[in-house]
């Protein structure tokens, strides 16, 4: 059963009705493209609520600019100045965890999901509990507890759209046959800027180095997850719960290219594919104007400029976090949510200097070695217990940080 409605079932809603959309993570790069798009359509799209970590000025000027009702910033202490740089504009502030589930319950047709990490479960999970139409970026919340999210979206009537650039693709393909007739998908990946680096090369990677994307320009966090194909590991679980898929029926190929993002192959041996610039404009477009289409901004494809598509298998000796989230989704239960939570720590250490670059892969696989002892493996019952094991699972993390970090150096 695929848990992603499909195109055969097109919303209610006609796209020259207006519709109303909220944005979580709205000052992100995935909330800058939302908003890039919005405004190039005036009269069709109305925003109700947008959110943010910890940047009041910023989440305040964005939602005067788009004319948001509401605005919440994560951080309580943020909310003072929230609250006096909205003053006057109607616009109303709320601060704090509470604030952002808030958000996603407002009466909006669509909610963006394009926080980073575990953090945007609870809000995200809110906007499908309500049985919205949820386009979601944000995969470390399908990693933490998608068995739970899916569940409660399809219980919700909630449709679930796929914004990363690969499911968005296989979600486009899916439509061109049945869903019993699909033999497997495949994800591409660029292979990140270490692609053809050696080993060695690897380990002594510098932040600014593994921060160059050589075809995407994204948040950090997921740029420093492409840099060691632990976003690759995320997105296979990530399919695996948004298609209802194996994980022997999802399948990865470097592609440095980044023109084909994904590919689902059907029984008869037909590979359907879709194609486009590097530019999550258009992942997002076609969630916003789903069913219909919109004109998108975006670079076209210029074939014979680009000249040649190539591809080759991923190498899991250099990049072994591609093979620890495989592992971890095989194993079930707690793993991927000990994988996310562990990978999101170490990525945070090393982007403050605090591990190297080989380091982050080092630190989750020590975690989810040392997770059984802690009773983390255990399946998550709800999200409050997702949300306990990811909590245990840094604390895991954070304490065996020092060993990992003095090892890599
Ligand atoms: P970003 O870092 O640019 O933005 C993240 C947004 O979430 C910001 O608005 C930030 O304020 C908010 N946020 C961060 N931590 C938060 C917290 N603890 N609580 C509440 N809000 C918080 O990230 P991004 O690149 O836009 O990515 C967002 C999500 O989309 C990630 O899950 C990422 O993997 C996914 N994604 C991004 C891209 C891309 O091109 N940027 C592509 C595919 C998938
Ligand atoms: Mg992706």
């Known amino acids: 059963m695929m848990n992603v409605r499909t195109a055969a079932k097109p919303a209610p809603v006609a796209l020259s009705d207006e519709r109303s959309v909220t944005l979580l993570g709205a000052t992100g790069s995935i909330g800058a493209s939302t908003v890039d798009l919005i405004k190039r359509e005036p009269g069709r799209f109305r925003v109700e609520a947008v959110s943010a970590n910890t940047s009041a000025a910023a989440l305040a000027a964005l939602a005067r600019d788009v004319g948001a009702r509401f605005a919440a910033v994560a951080d309580q202490s943020a909310y003072g100045e929230l609250k006096s740089a909205l003053a006057g504009t109607g616009i109303e502030a709320a601060a704090g965890a509470n604030a952002l589930v808030e958000a996603a319950q407002r009466p909006a047709q669509w909610v963006i999901g394009a926080i980073t990490g575990a953090a945007g479960l609870r809000p995200t999970l809110a906007a499908a509990e309500r049985g919205a139409i949820v386009a979601i970026a944000n995969k470390e919340c399908l990693v933490c507890a998608g068995g739970l999210f899916m569940r409660r979206a399809a219980a919700a ?134 069913p219909a289409r919109i004109d998108g901004p975006a670079p076209r494809l210029d074939l014979a400029q680009i000249g040649t598509l190539s591809f080759e298998q991923p190498d899991l000796t250099r990049f072994p976090a591609l093979a620890l989230a495989r592992r971890a989704l095989e194993a079930g239960g707690g793993a991927p949510t000990v994988l996310n939570a562990a990978n999101e720590v170490a990525v945070a250490a090393f982007l403050s200097g605090a591990l190297g670059f080989v380091g982050i892969a080092a630190l989750v696989e020590a975690t989810l070695a040392g997770a059984d002892a802690r009773g983390l493996l255990r399946e998550p019952s709800s999200v409050d217990d997702a949300l306990a094991i990811d909590h245990n699972a840094r604390l895991l993390s954070r304490e065996l940080l020092p060993q990992i970090a003095a090892k890599d150096r």
């Open 157 to 290: 009537g909630a449709t679930v759209l796929p914004v990363d650039s690969e499911h968005n693709a296989l979600f486009q393909a899916m439509s061109a046959g049945r869903r019993e007739d699909v033999r497997r998908v495949i994800l591409t990946a660029s292979g990140g800027p270490f692609r053809t680096w050696s080993a060695e090369q690897i380990r002594g990677a510098t932040l600014e180095q593994a921060l160059k994307h050589p075809n995407w320009s994204m948040g950090q966090k997921v740029t420093i997850d492409s840099a060691t194909l632990m976003n690759k590991g995320l997105e296979v679980i990530e399919a695996h719960h948004l298609f209802a898929l194996s994980p022997d029926e999802i399948d990865v190929v470097v592609h440095a290219q980044s023109v084909i993002h994904g590919l689902v192959e059907f029984r008869d041996g037909s590979y359907i594919a879709q194609l486009g610039s590097p530019d999550m404009r258009i992942p997002i477009a076609h969630c916003l104007a789903w």
